[in-house]
């Protein structure tokens, strides 16, 4: 069906929708859609019997699979909110018994890896797939942390294939939107790149600066003084370790980049410092403080 | 004068107090202060005649003085807020008229090089100096940013001196007890190592990583995705340039070894990421993030 005005095509009707894994991301996306009553029907599905109980308690979900299997043929909409390393296996489950109308997408913080995987397990289906990543991340998770809001005014990124059925983006674009999201989207390898800049190198620089403390004769000591820079800096060391292992191999080859690069820096930082340049190092603060303050204001 | 019940000293009531940089910290220490009634008067001098302005419009200070050495004779007590390489210049003027009762004090974020200062610039005054650290930074500067209740709860260190009395050391504890900060002591030798370590590495890694990605190709579009996850690790990057250009000098040789150490951690990342070691990563990410969450947990 399209728009009888400009010929777009319609979004499509969700009425049953299966979230495998229901934790920050997926349960967060639950409860909004939930509450528009964009769809009829919410399944989850997860390794965690524990955690899809406080789903089904807190209203997230309202009834649990027991397997991805069962629940396949009578999906029209499939969201994988799973570590990325754990996408191909889900998606080798649903290949066999996915309907052609239903619609699967992912949450997934990269997405070559997740495409290659997408590509490799549906096959000729591979059109029903639109991948995704919600820039809404928090270094809480499971179904208790999931609430509503969480993607008001955050950026959607989809990266959308080839194959790809103008319908289902047009479908998949408004569920997002009803959630708040603004949805955009770009390349694949450019959201890669992009990623490893802003957030996985970050994420990694603080796993790396927390661990550094640990264990030296004055861990203690310095824990105990440790203020408000140290708390906002190290905020996302706190992340769940098994997602950022997953997303360091996944966006192995930009990472290595964005790490080389970033040694780099720091490395003519500490000759600066070796060498008393203060006159470098001025005009180096002046610099990133000065984009960091252009970038809060924008 | 001394308690009569356990002979500790009594602190001592300070009429005038000069306050040399009203910026932050000076600022709201002032504020404090005169909320508590536990100054007459508060004197503010400074580089910048439009901030000394600000101050006395906000009702920080009572009035302005023109420069350090005409008000040196009058001050019961002198806080030194400046960025910490314009401390011994400073010290300098204050020493020939430094009236044998005035208490003097500062509140730089490295100790050591402030009290070799001291000692070159005070010489047998050196007693009336009492090193101090609060631990209260912020990303703002200037008398605008000064505010009420900025130390409620936080830490203000001392590094006294074996010269100091000890009635100024309970005067001084005092002052900074009444605008709420809980006071410890610690030796200036450990003190840099730690705060090397939990503040001024985290501030130079920040300044590195925003600073890496200005410039390149993607860098508008990149700081358009930018997340919580950046806008937390980089806050820091924002602040003052001049300060920290002066605190990396100043603590030079703690930073290089912490910047060794954070070199080295990072490689040993890099190096497991490239082997695809994701079992060694996930051990080093769980360790770190148990830390973590045990630290804000704390």
Known sequence: MSCAKCSEPAPRRIHRLVVIGVGLIGGSFALDLRRHRQVDEIIGVGRSRANLDVALNRGV????????????????????????AAMARVLATIAPALPTHCLVTDVGSTKQDVIAAARTTLGDKIGQFIPAH?????????????????????????????????EDVTTLTALWQTCGARVTAMAADVHDRVFAAVSHLPHLAAFAL???LIGRPE????????????RDFTRIAASSPEMWRDIALANREALLI????????????????????GDALHTLFIRASAARRKWQGG
Chains 1, 2 share one sequence.
């Open 61 to 84: 979900i309202d009834r649990i699979a027991e397997d991805v299997a069962s629940v396949v043929a009578e999906a029209d909409c499939i969201l994988l909110a799973l570590p990325v």
């Open 219 to 230: 861990a203690e000591l310095c824990f105990g003084y440790a203020g408000a820079g140290f």
């Open 134 to 166: 919600p820039i809404a991340g928090a270094e809480t998770s499971g179904a208790e942390a999931a609430r509503e809001h969480l993607f008001d005014g955050k950026a959607l990124i989809l990266t959308p294939l080839p194959e790809n059925r103008p």
């Open 210 to 212: 927390v661990d550094d």
């Open 258 to 277: 964005e790490l080389d690069a970033y040694l780099a820096k720091l490395t003519e930082v500490r000759a600066l410092i070796e060498h008393r340049d």
